[in-house]
């Protein structure tokens, strides 16, 4: 009776419940196929993902993984003419003469005292210098290591010296895999930020045993790490080169190989063939060698021809071909390929200045990252010792409420006359400030007002005009039209004075 009362208000098993699958992907034979062609896998572009994967950055750019591309772009640049002339013109673009300071307190005396001293110690650590080479390693080398020391015998009343750091001698040589706050040279606190390196006490590439090889911890405030970052959690750096460095490669084999057969072709200077039967012909031995009286008349044997060998080379498409490697190989860098190649002859104006529009604002983007990785932090470490020095810093606050900024060099303009105009327009309708004209310049505004006044009242004081316009009439000279300025240089032809 109980068994059947059970039974009655028993309820009935629940269907399963299957798991709807995702509209966006259906399921043939096996195979996924998503929403986008990228994603499907087939016979067709199988070999051109093969080596796409899904590693972190940390583990991408392996300490494995960065000596070899370190290596190889070492010694590309080193044997490479092109690619060695467009890292030293990067860093020179980039850095130049160095960076300049203007500080900006209420102290205008005070201020200029202290950029004084602060170009003075520059000079004497070779500032400028050190941040070329920091740029070349960048592109190079992928990162740059800078080490904040105390220099007793630099000819400074302040102290603080620089030292360059080579990025292989910054590695963990007891790295654990299941430390996760550190990486290979750096370690971490729980907030991400870099407490200290590791750095080895001898440079890389001594005879030394395994067990010589230590590191050291050094403080993160002595440091300055500086590369490219191109992903989130990317804490050490590769070159910059790395996706030109096959096409450099490929340019030096084609010209080794145009030279070698050139050289192959100029081995023989010409060949004899027989044009009448043999048996009318004097006998040769195959591979014998008939020497020709240079610069006159010779005569052969009886049916005998002579045919110079033309070289061809090299090709019509050579110069296409190093162009274009070129231009592509350049476009990692966001370089023109005028600059690159160094020849601007199918350049005219307009696509000169087109083209490097790009090229400049890359360079300011640099400037700017490294005034805050690296600059700024370095002057504050020269706060630091000079606030021993009595008189020398001016009392307005302390040193995180003071404002600077960094004066670089400024880009040269192709055609000074039209700059000068275009500045005097903007000027005279206020759409244009002498501060930025003047930073544009990398100058201060404030030092060349007053380097201006002082030449004013020289030139008063010993009777030298100055303030005679000399203008250039529409009538005395021909002005280039737009359309003629956007020619080539090479197809512009120069008329007649009298025309």
């Given at each position: 009776m109980l068994q059947a009362f059970k039974q009655l208000f028993r309820r009935p098993p629940a269907a399963p419940?299957?798991?709807?699958?995702?509209?966006?992907?259906?399921?043939?034979?096996?195979?996924?196929?998503?929403?986008?062609?990228?994603?499907?896998?087939?016979?067709?572009?199988?070999?051109?993902w093969r080596y796409a994967d899904g590693l972190s950055a940390e583990r991408c750019n392996s300490a494995q993984v960065r000596r070899i591309l370190r290596n190889r772009g070492r010694y590309e640049t080193d044997n490479n003419s092109y690619l060695s002339g467009?890292?030293?013109?990067?860093?020179?673009?980039?850095?130049?003469?160095?960076?300049?300071?203007?500080?900006?307190?209420?102290?205008?005396?005070?201020?200029?005292?202290?950029?004084?001293?602060?170009?003075h110690w520059a000079k004497q650590v070779r500032l400028a210098e050190k941040l070329r080479i920091m740029r070349r390693g960048r592109a190079v080398d992928g990162e740059a290591f800078l080490q904040l020391v105390t220099n007793p015998r630099l000819a400074s009343a302040i102290k603080l010296d620089l030292r360059l750091i080579a990025p292989e001698r910054v590695t963990s040589t007891d790295l654990s895999v299941t430390d996760s706050q550190r990486i290979d040279g750096i370690r971490f606190d729980e907030s991400g930020n870099p407490v200290a390196y590791d750095l080895l006490d001898r440079p890389v590439g001594r005879e030394l045993g395994?067990?010589?090889?230590?590191?050291?911890?050094?403080?993160?405030?002595?440091?300055?790490?500086?590369?490219?970052?191109?992903?989130?959690?990317?804490?050490?750096?590769?070159?910059?080169?790395?996706?030109?460095?096959?096409?450099?490669?490929?340019?030096?084999?084609?010209?080794?190989?145009?030279?070698?057969?050139?050289?192959?072709?100029?081995?023989?200077?010409?060949?004899?063939?027989?044009?009448?039967?043999?048996?009318?012909?004097?006998?040769?031995?195959?591979?014998?060698?008939?020497?020709?009286?240079?610069?006159?008349?010779?005569?052969?044997?009886?049916?005998?021809?002579?045919?110079?060998?033309?070289?061809?080379?090299?090709?019509?498409?050579?110069?296409?071909?190093?162009?274009?490697?070129?231009?592509?190989?350049?476009?990692?860098?966001?370089?023109?390929?005028?600059?690159?190649?160094?020849?601007?002859?199918?350049?005219?104006?307009?696509?000169?200045?087109?083209?490097?529009?790009?090229?400049?604002?890359?360079?300011?983007?640099?400037?700017?990252?490294?005034a805050?990785?690296?600059?700024?932090?370095?002057?504050?470490?020269?706060?630091?010792?000079?606030a021993m020095i009595p008189g020398l810093l001016p009392e307005d606050g302390p040193f995180a409420a003071w404002q600077w900024q960094w004066f670089w060099d400024g880009n040269e303009h192709v055609d000074p006359a039209k700059e000068a105009n275009a500045a005097e327009i903007l000027l005279r309708n206020n759409l244009l400030t002498l501060a930025h004209y003047y930073a544009a310049q990398g100058q201060d505004w404030r030092d060349a007002i007053m380097q201006r006044a002082e030449e004013i009242k020289l030139c008063e004081e010993q009777g030298v005009p100055w303030n005679q316009v000399v203008s250039t009439s529409p009538d005395d000279e021909e002005e280039e039209t737009d359309e003629e300025s956007e020619k080539p240089a090479d197809s512009k032809k120069k008329e007649p004075a009298n025309a």
């Open positions: 419940v299957r798991a709807e699958r995702p509209r966006e992907v259906r399921f043939v034979g096996g195979n996924a196929h998503a929403s986008f062609d990228t994603a499907a896998t087939n016979d067709e572009n199988r070999k051109q467009m890292m030293r013109t990067l860093a020179n673009d980039c850095i130049g003469r160095g960076p300049r300071l203007q500080l900006n307190t209420k102290d205008v005396v005070g201020n200029q005292r202290v950029e004084r001293a602060f170009a395994i067990n010589d090889w230590k590191s050291r911890p050094v403080d993160a405030s002595q440091m300055v790490h500086w590369f490219r970052c191109e992903r989130a959690e990317q804490y050490r750096g590769i070159p910059e080169i790395v996706p030109a460095l096959h096409l450099f490669a490929q340019l030096r084999r084609f010209t080794l190989a145009v030279l070698a057969a050139a050289e192959a072709a100029a081995d023989h200077a010409g060949v004899i063939k027989a044009n009448v039967p043999p048996e009318d012909v004097e006998k040769y031995d195959s591979g014998d060698v008939v020497e020709l009286e240079p610069r006159s008349f010779v005569t052969l044997p009886a049916g005998w021809d002579i045919n110079q060998i033309d070289a061809k080379q090299p090709t019509t498409t050579y110069d296409s071909f190093v162009s274009k490697i070129l231009n592509e190989a350049a476009r990692c860098l966001n370089m023109p390929y005028n600059v690159a190649a160094g020849n601007s002859a199918s350049y005219n104006y307009a696509s000169g200045r087109l083209d490097h529009q790009v090229y400049y604002k890359s360079q300011t983007v640099d400037r700017d990252d490294l805050i990785v690296c600059l700024d932090r370095v002057f504050l470490a020269w706060l630091d010792e000079a």
